[in-house]
């Protein structure tokens, strides 16, 4: 009980158990969790931020920049926004120069893109780039979202944005020459459609973003080879496997 509910001391445990029908004295609660390397007092600084993604996963999106360098080592820069419930990414816009008003458009556009969905989100998590303007705060604000921004030099404050990042660079842009930014966001953009209808993710019992349960096979049927057929996608990186019809 103690570590499920770090803000309970040892008389709200105590009373906890009494509701269960265990009628423990406080000084015995007290000295079992002393024992064990608990503080029997309760914890007043609230939550850590590990357990407060946890606990508001479903109402969170976060967002980052990504670096591409193409061909003609031109920089192109890619906003991303991440849902922690479902893991579902959404690429935001692909620019060579961004300014604050483009970051800014590029947030109203995902406001759109979200329709009522938006409505069950409550937090916006990014880092402290000079192009998260107050502007993009007012458009999260005039949503209903509250705005977080992580400490300098702190990654692991937005870790599951940087860990797609990182996904999105191993998975794709590792692999493949990007021309330019058209070539960039046709190639993200099939990425996309791949990572949010097909890629199993761990966080959600190896389903996709988009889907939300896994579908049922018959285990007799895997021995029949002939079923399963596979199919390159994003310029032939990435393989799908798929039954056949």
């Not at 009980?1 to 000084?27: D, F, K, V």
């Not at 590029?106 to 107050?134: C, E, K, W, Y």
């Not at 860990?163 to 930014?181: A, H, M, P, S």
Request: glycine share 6%; net charge positive; hydrophobic share 40%.
């Amino acid at each position: 009980m103690a570590r499920e509910n770090p803000t309970w001391g040892h008389r709200r445990i105590q009373g906890e158990l009494a509701r269960l029908g265990y009628p423990i004295a406080a000084s015995t609660v007290w000295e079992i969790l002393h024992t064990a390397g608990i503080d029997p007092a309760p914890r007043r600084a609230g939550p850590t931020w590990r357990q407060f993604l946890t606990a508001q996963a479903h109402a969170i999106v976060a967002c980052d920049f990504l670096v591409v360098e193409t061909m003609m080592l031109k920089r192109l820069y890619v906003l991303v926004f991440i849902e922690h419930g479902t893991r579902k990414l959404h690429r935001a816009g692909v620019a060579a120069h961004p300014t604050g008003a483009w970051t800014v458009q590029q947030a109203r556009n995902l406001m759109m893109d979200l329709g009522d969905r938006h409505s069950g989100l409550r937090f916006v998590i990014h880092d402290r780039d000079p192009l998260f303007t107050s502007a993009i705060r007012e458009v999260f604000t005039s949503e209903g979202l509250g705005d977080i921004t992580t400490l300098p030099r702190t990654p692991r404050m937005n870790a599951i944005c940087e860990r797609v990042i990182g996904t999105l660079r191993r998975e794709l842009l590792d692999r493949i020459l990007i021309l330019n930014e058209r070539h960039l966001a046709l190639v993200l953009q099939e990425y996309l459609i791949h990572y949010n209808g097909h890629r199993p993710h761990q966080s959600r019992h190896q389903r996709p973003p988009d889907i939300a349960t896994q579908p049922a096979r018959d285990v007799t049927d895997l021995n029949d080879q002939r079923i399963v057929r596979r199919k390159s996608v994003a310029t032939g990186t990435i393989n799908e496997y798929h039954h056949a019809a």
